[in-house]
C-alpha cells in the first residue's frame, strides 16, 4: 500500500471508526455536517467524496463489498487510516462567496466607521468655528477660549486623519 494524501476532514471521518462500511452518499453527508465545509455545495461534495473514494479503493484502503444499499456501492476500509499511512493535505478551501460575504461585511464595517468619524469631524469643525467666532466676539478671553480651540482643532486633524486611512482600506478592498 502506498501512501495517499487525504484532506484532513476526511481522514477525521474516516478514521473516527464510525465508518468501517459505508456507502458514498453516507459519507457525502457526514462531510457536509462538518462545520469547516460550510457554504460546499452538495454536488460538489458529491464529487469531491466519488474521487477519494476511487483513490482510497486504487491504493488499497477501501473495497467494495459486493453489496448495495439504495443503489450505492458500500465500501469497506481494509486499512488503518494513521500518519504512517496517509498524508495529510491541506483543509477544504472556504467558498469564495462566503469569502466575498465577510469581505462586504468588513466593507460595511469599515463604512460606518467612516460615517461615525466623519459626523464627530463636523462636530468637531463646528466647534472649532464658533471658538474662533468666540474669539473675535470678545479678544479679552483668547487666552481662555485658545485652549479649547486647540483641542477641538487636535481632534478634528485626528479624526480627518482616521477618515482618510479607512477610506483608503476601502479603496483597497
Known amino acids: 500500500m502506498s ?5 484532513p476532514e476526511i481522514l477525521s471521518l474516516l478514521s473516527s ?3 468501517e ?3 458514498a452518499p453516507e459519507l457525502t453527508d457526514a462531510y457536509l455536517t462538518l462545520p469547516q465545509i460550510e457554504g460546499i455545495s452538495r454536488s460538489a461534495a458529491v464529487q469531491f467524496i466519488h474521487r477519494t473514494i476511487k483513490r482510497l479503493c486504487e491504493c488499497g484502503f477501501l473495497i467494495p463489498t ?3 444499499v439504495r443503489r450505492s456501492t458500500e465500501y469497506q476500509l ?3 487510516l494513521n500518519v504512517r499511512t496517509v498524508k495529510v ?3 477544504h478551501a472556504r467558498n ?3 469569502a466575498k460575504r465577510e469581505a462586504d461585511t468588513f466593507k460595511d464595517h469599515l463604512r460606518n466607521r467612516i460615517n461615525n468619524y ?5 462636530t468637531d469643525l463646528g466647534e472649532v468655528e464658533e471658538y474662533e467666532a468666540l474669539c473675535h466676539e470678545n479678544p479679552d478671553k483668547a487666552d481662555q477660549i485658545q485652549e479649547l480651540y486647540n483641542q477641538a482643532r487636535d481632534r478634528y486633524s485626528k479624526n480627518l486623519g482616521r477618515i482618510r486611512a479607512l477610506e483608503a482600506l476601502v479603496a483597497c478592498q
Open 21 to 23: 462500511c459505508f456507502t
Open 118 to 122: 466623519k459626523f464627530e469631524l463636523l
Open 89 to 91: 493535505g491541506t483543509p
Open 78 to 80: 481494509v486499512a488503518e
Open 96 to 98: 469564495s462567496l462566503q
Open 3 to 7: 501512501k495517499i494524501k487525504l484532506k
Open 66 to 68: 459486493g453489496k448495495t
Open 17 to 19: 471508526g464510525n465508518f
